[in-house]
């Protein structure tokens, strides 16, 4: 079910390799002409010159970089120097310094991102935590390329020259669509876990393969993501559901021995036979990486509520066949909406996410009662806050399992004639104030009426505040 990044990146003609002369601080390292130009936003060139005019090389460095190279988007630009961290923060007096013993400051942009990154080239001590070095010491560009996690982010850009530096074999890979571990792949991965997932979030993504090695030290060194605080993997998986390729992320991570780590609950759902089925071979695992590729082809641009809510919908099958009380695994969307808001409180979402993707969830069958609502109950769910991306998660599940799109095309074709009426509020004729001049007194009783009342409104029965009094006047008034 896998699918490659679809993605074509711009040709990379325009780089021409050539080597440093015998006399250039860096040699033997090797200089990469380019003959095309990178386009910087104003706070990124400001930030050079001031680090320039101070005496300093300063270049840009990785995942822009990288994304230059390929003829993507650069969203985010981070920049190395040989200046210290002691003369960064007075050349930029408006940074935050926190990372500033690790050499790094971060200076508020005006912009988006709102923060520009500028590090010092450094090489790092000893890690201890699977995350960062107990310290580090400024070094050459060399040293500080071969602390980075792969070779397609370890390659520097001179904007003075228009030249980059390759001390690792990184444009090579890119021209080659290969992520490499830079180094020994097991000691980079033991330093940082997070790059366990890191890797696979690029190869889906970009569509490159990964390299034998540095796929082989993923497996080895996969139980080291239970070292990873929630919120990275958190972030790094959000990334990958909102990707391109949804479903070989999904592979990829169980092929890897990280699914089981990280999402257990997803991982089980291998070998639970797919009840209906329409297709014998197809397990409920078979069916969720259609479903993700459907909504990623549906909705290119989507939530993360609505993205989780997808890998997550299934996780009660298990559950409900290990009961083996209920056929066609009636109820398993209940067990499921429990089980995923232990699992999003684990990872840290947000409080409102959670409660989304639990909604999401829960109600993602309720669409096939659709034709049996009465209409109030009905034009609520159509108003519901989630109900367009559970209208979306609806259409991509039914698109995996049979194709029966009738009961989405009903509750698309009434969403739309709400719109179109400019009736999205939920109508009232009368509030609690009218009903207190009626007599009445606050308590269930007027939860009651204000309930009745709306739904005869929603029905077309009742349609002015006069009717409505009368209404209550003749029904509730002893």
Known sequence: MSKRNSDSPHSNAAIQSSILSPGDAESPQKWIRVDRPFSLPGYVREALHKINDSGHVAYLVGGCVRDFILGREVKDYDLVTDAHPDLLCKLFPMAIDVGKAFGVIKVPTGAKPPLLEIATFRKDLEYTDYRRPQGVVFASPVEDASRRDFTMNGLFYDPKTSRILDCVGGVNDIQNKIIRAIGNPSVRF??????????????TRLGFALEPETAQAIRSRARLIAKVSAERIRDELTAMWTGPSPSEALELLSELGLLSVVLPEVEALKGVVQIPSYHPDE?????????????????????????????????GKPIVAKQNIAPNFNGHELEAAKLVEKITQRLKLSGNDIQRVVMLVADHLKLKDVFQMREATLQRFLREDHFEELLALHRADACALDGNLAYYEFCSFRLAQLRQSAQMELPKLIDGRDLIQLGFSPGPMFSEILATVEDLTLEKKLSTKDEALEYVVKNFVN
């Open 283 to 315: 397990d409920v695992w078979f069916h969720l990486l259609k479903a993700v590729d459907f909504l990623a082809q549906q909705n290119p641009e989507r939530s993360l509520t609505l993205s989780w809510a997808v890998v997550l919908h299934e996780v």
């Open 190 to 203: 033991r330093e940082d876990a997070l790059r366990l997932l890191r890797a696979v979030r690029f190869k």
